[in-house]
């Protein structure tokens, strides 16, 4: 009957993308997830590095070689947390690398985990101030993308083919 021009044959599909044939195809239900997990790393990554981690590198660099002031600086110092230049250069790398990494999706879970104790520190350091609302924020995020990884949109994933 292949040659009845009323019989029903379905579409061809190809078979990197046919769960049905091909169990380590993604379904439509996880490349979903994994949209929302490159918006929510990019997302996160952009508003960090710009709100906070970028101009926190500049003033850092400038007090490091230039001697001016660092308010970062002395917000760290003025919590009595030891060696407190050595903690805010940690804690602008981290804020700018791990961003990068998060952005593109490589070593994002360690990206994430290691944001995530700069954004519990925060949390602690200013838990009955307003501010801390801002920091649960970023480590919900955080935590979501320490659970789940990057996804299957990252460089990491693309890596791992070639």
Same mark, same amino acid.
């Given at each position: 009957?292949?040659?009845?021009?009323?019989?029903?044959?379905?579409?061809?599909?190809?078979?990197?993308?046919?769960?049905?044939?091909?169990?380590?195809?993604?379904?439509?239900?996880?490349?979903?997830?994994?949209?929302?997990?490159?918006?929510?790393?990019?997302?996160?990554?952009?508003?960090?590095?710009?709100?906070?981690?970028?101009? /926190?590198?500049?003033?850092?660099?400038?007090?490091?070689?230039? /001697? /001016?002031?660092?308010?970062? $600086?002395?917000?760290?110092?003025?919590?009595?947390?030891?060696?407190? /230049?050595?903690?805010?250069?940690?804690?602008?790398?981290?804020?700018?690398?791990?961003?990068?990494?998060?952005?593109?999706?490589?070593?994002?879970?360690?990206?994430?985990?290691? $944001?995530?104790?700069?954004?519990?520190?925060?949390?602690?350091?200013?838990?009955?101030?307003?501010?801390?609302?801002?920091?649960?924020?970023?480590?919900?995020?955080?935590?979501?993308?320490? $659970?789940?990884?990057?996804?299957?949109?990252?460089?990491?994933?693309? $890596?791992?083919?070639?």
């Amino acid at each position: 009957m292949s040659g009845n021009p009323l019989s029903y044959s379905p579409a061809p599909t190809t078979p990197s993308m046919d769960y049905h044939r091909n169990p380590q195809a993604p379904t439509p239900g996880l490349l979903i997830r994994d949209a929302g997990l490159l918006f929510l790393r990019i997302g996160v990554a952009v508003l960090l590095v710009t709100y906070h981690g970028w101009d /926190q590198a500049i003033a850092g660099w400038k007090h490091l070689w230039q /001697q /001016q002031a660092w308010p970062f $600086l002395d917000v760290i110092t003025k919590y009595g947390l030891p060696i407190p /230049q050595v903690i805010a250069v940690l804690a602008v790398l981290i804020m700018v690398l791990c961003s990068l990494g998060l952005f593109f999706g490589v070593v994002a879970r360690l990206s994430a985990a290691l $944001l995530l104790v700069l954004a519990a520190a925060a949390i602690g350091l200013n838990f009955w101030d307003p501010i801390a609302e801002k920091f649960w924020v970023y480590a919900t995020v955080y935590f979501v993308l320490l $659970l789940c990884g990057p996804g299957c949109f990252s460089l990491a994933k693309l $890596l791992s083919r070639s």
